[in-house]
């Protein structure tokens, strides 16, 4: 049986961040959205999450910020999947696989995308149970 898998939307578009909670949702899970990497790293702190969906160009504080706050923070990012959501990601690669970013998924995106996405990230899940 398929663990339900709770997801934090980062992405300071409130049109793009509001499109991924409802698709997540869609798909069974639980979503909650942050509007920035300030946003986020005050809900990873409060919160576990399974999932953490990033967008890396935001005001306040970069999605490359909040995967160096979770570096600094290890005990919030234990068991938490990291996937970076961008259109820049083609000139970053280098920078996000050393920070341990392997999962990029490239704006913009159809639906099937992130509902593959998150299949896979189920299937893991469930297989590491």
Not at 74 to 81: L, N, V
Request: include cysteine; proline fraction near 3%.
């Amino acid at each position: 049986m398929t663990r339900q898998l709770r997801f934090l939307v980062v992405d300071d578009t409130d049109d793009v961040r509001d499109l991924i909670v409802r698709m997540v949702e869609r798909t069974g899970h639980v979503a909650e959205g942050a509007a920035d990497g300030v946003e986020a790293t005050i809900a990873l702190a409060a919160h576990r999450y399974d999932v953490m969906l990033l967008d890396l160009s935001m005001p306040r504080m970069s999605g490359e910020d909040v995967v160096r706050w979770l570096g600094a923070h290890p005990d919030r990012a234990d068991g938490m999947r990291t996937v970076v959501v961008t259109a820049w990601a083609g000139d970053r690669r280098g920078a996000l696989h050393e920070l341990g970013i392997t999962t990029v998924l490239p704006k913009p995106f159809r639906r099937q995308h992130l509902t593959d996405l998150i299949a896979d990230i189920t299937a893991d899940t469930d297989a590491e149970c």
